[in-house]
């Protein structure tokens, strides 16, 4: 079935380096979409793009649709980035195929 | 931004209880969207829907019914709730007519079956 890899599964950086999330996904997706979980569950959606390359402040999210895969930068990262990134794909009437997750740790 | 609510936000119930999860949202979305969230599984999509009366069958819909009485309302409906059930759950909306444009998610229910 249709599969959505994220990695790396962890990320550590210090406050101030740049953070580069992957997504990989196994069949044609007709977007993908980024969320922020924050610790207490709810969801953040951060960028959403079908192809090509997306900004919203610090965060670029750039997606190669023909080579499944994407990917969400984060600039100058900061202590409040600290959480979880989920990457989405997007399928047959908008359904979403969610990967497992990147937990950021960002360090002072 | 889209506004989706969920009630109630926690939950809990007993082995073989019936339980209702709502959701609302206020922003004319056509297409509505049930998921559970587990660990090691991620987000999985149980049940959706592009209209009222409408219902379209998940990836993970076993023990699930779903009704859609109005475009702002959905319901999830777990009639003989078992502790597998146990999970947090979103709803999400999107608009356009062929549901591909970005979702928005409501805060979550967390459910607990005993």
């Known amino acids: 079935g249709q599969q959505v890899q994220q990695s790396p599964a962890s990320l550590v950086l210090q406050e101030g380096e740049n953070a580069e999330l992957q997504c990989n996904f196994s069949?044609?997706?007709?977007?993908l979409q980024w969320f922020y979980q924050r610790p207490g569950g709810s969801l953040v959606s951060l960028l959403s793009?079908?192809?090509g390359t997306k900004h919203t402040g610090r965060l670029t999210s750039t997606t190669v649709t023909k080579e499944r895969r994407g990917s969400l930068h984060i600039s100058s990262s900061q202590i409040t980035d600290s959480g979880t990134y989920l990457c989405?794909?997007?399928?047959?009437?908008?359904?979403?195929?969610f990967g497992q997750g990147t937990k950021l740790s960002i360090k002072p | 931004e889209a506004a989706v609510t969920q009630s109630p936000r926690n939950k809990v119930t007993v082995t073989g209880g019936n339980v209702t999860l709502s959701c609302r949202q206020t922003?004319?979305?056509?297409?509505m969207y049930w998921y559970r969230q587990d660990t090691g599984h991620g987000l999985r999509l149980i049940h959706y829907?592009?209209?009222?009366?409408?219902?379209q069958i998940g990836d993970v819909p076993d023990g699930y019914k779903a009704t859609r009485t109005t475009q702002e309302d959905f319901f999830l409906l777990l009639e003989l709730a078992s502790p597998s059930q146990t999970s947090l759950y979103f709803c999400a909306s999107s608009g356009g007519t062929g549901g591909d444009y970005e979702q928005y998610f409501g805060p979550g229910t967390r459910l607990t079956v005993l």
């Open positions: 829907s592009y209209g009222a009366g409408n219902l």
């Open positions: 793009n079908p192809s």
């Open positions: 922003n004319s979305h056509n297409y």
């Open positions: 989405a794909m997007g399928y047959n009437q908008g359904k979403l195929i």
């Open positions: 069949s044609t997706a007709t977007r």
